[in-house]
Structure formats: structure tokens, C-alpha cells
């Protein structure tokens, strides 16, 4: 069995700059249901990895705001920001995530967090007792999957970050609603894992 990993609870520091520039060319396809993009999601997504100890929940709130920003139009650009939430021996919790805030760079099919704004949101949440657990953004793909300049970005962001927890994340959300619109990654050092969803 490989070595099970425990995140380290602690507040973060976020890289930034030129850590999270992301530039993708995908197909455009239109949202499942509109309608949806207005209806809060009331259950919480579960994911596992055979590697990590803990199972990685993503909470109702959380969820409804990733959703919100599904690029359901082909004008729609690209969202992101940036997850808080806790660390227990059993969970990583997403309980909140936030953005895109109006500094932030967006196109179609790019997203770059302000990064001041990004570290001043970080050290609010740690004052009241939130881990920053990682990045999330939208993709105009029904089932994302990270890019090659996504890859490249965490990878940096995971160098370059000095956080207090042994793990990052970073969630996708694209145009799909529900758990199959999600994709979720963990990075430690340069070892990224895709998470499943725990059905
Ligand atoms: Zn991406």
C-alpha cells in the first residue's frame, strides 16, 4: 500500500504573479441547464484517493459557487479564485471558495488571480480559522481536465507557495452540472494526483 499522506493544518501563502497564468483552446459547449446555474447545490460532493488518508469533501456552499460560474455562454469567460476550508484526520473540507474578483485577468479561455487580492483574502480566512487548501477555475468543457498550462502552473504554484499544509488543490469546474462537471487534482512537490468521486 503506498505511504498515506496527512495534511498539515496552517494558513498559506499564495505564490501568484506568473505562478497561475493559464492559457487553454477547447470546444465550446453549452451549459446542461441553465436554470441550474441558480440552484444551490444542497448535498456535498465526496472525493477519495487511494493515496490520502482523509477524503476530500467539497461543501454545499462551496459547490454552489463553483457552479454559478460555469461558462454556459460563448461569451462566458473564464472564473477562478481561490478554496478555504479545515483539515481533520479524517477530511479535507472545502467549505468556501471565492472569486473571480474584478483585478482578476480573464478571457475565454484563460484565468489569473489578482495576486495581492488573492493574499489578502488568505490572511482574512486565517484570521478566522480557514486553511487556503488551493485554486479553483472554470473551463468551457462539460468534464474538465487540466491542461497542460494547468499542470504547468500548479506545479509552479506548488513550488513556489509556502503553505502549512502538506497538499494543494486544485478543483475545475466545467460546464456540466453535478459531480461528473467537477475535477478535482491534489499536488504535493511535483506529484499530482486526480482525485475520484466516492460514489
Ligand atoms: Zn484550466
Excluded at 503506498?2 to 470546444?27: I, K, M, N, Q, T
Excluded at 460532493?45 to 460563448?74: G, M, N, T, W, Y
Excluded at 494547468?150 to 456540466?176: H, K, N, Y
Aim: contains cysteine.
Amino acid at each position: 500500500m503506498p505511504p498515506r499522506v496527512a495534511w498539515r493544518p496552517g494558513s498559506g501563502h499564495f505564490a501568484g504573479g506568473d505562478a497561475f497564468r493559464r492559457l487553454r483552446y477547447e470546444h465550446d459547449r453549452a451549459c446542461d441547464s441553465l436554470a441550474s446555474i441558480k440552484t444551490p447545490a444542497t448535498a456535498q460532493l465526496v472525493f477519495k484517493h487511494d493515496d490520502f488518508a482523509q477524503e476530500l469533501l467539497i461543501a454545499p456552499a462551496a459547490r454552489s459557487h463553483l457552479a454559478r460560474h460555469r461558462q454556459c455562454f460563448r461569451w462566458s469567460k473564464e472564473a477562478g479564485g481561490q478554496l478555504f476550508g479545515v483539515v481533520s484526520d479524517k477530511a479535507v473540507c472545502i467549505l468556501e471558495a471565492n472569486g473571480p474578483g474584478p483585478r482578476d485577468e480573464r478571457t475565454r479561455v484563460s484565468f489569473r488571480s489578482d495576486p495581492v487580492v488573492a493574499q489578502r483574502n488568505i490572511d482574512l480566512r486565517a484570521d478566522r480559522g480557514m486553511l487556503y487548501l488551493g485554486e479553483w477555475h472554470t473551463h468551457p468543457e462539460a468534464q474538465p481536465v487540466a491542461s497542460a498550462m494547468d499542470i504547468d502552473a500548479f506545479s509552479r504554484l506548488l513550488r513556489q507557495s509556502e503553505v502549512r499544509v502538506s497538499s494543494l488543490l486544485l478543483v475545475i469546474q466545467g460546464t456540466e452540472n453535478g459531480p461528473p462537471g467537477i475535477t478535482v487534482y491534489s499536488g504535493q512537490a511535483a506529484d499530482i494526483k486526480k482525485w475520484a468521486l466516492k460514489i
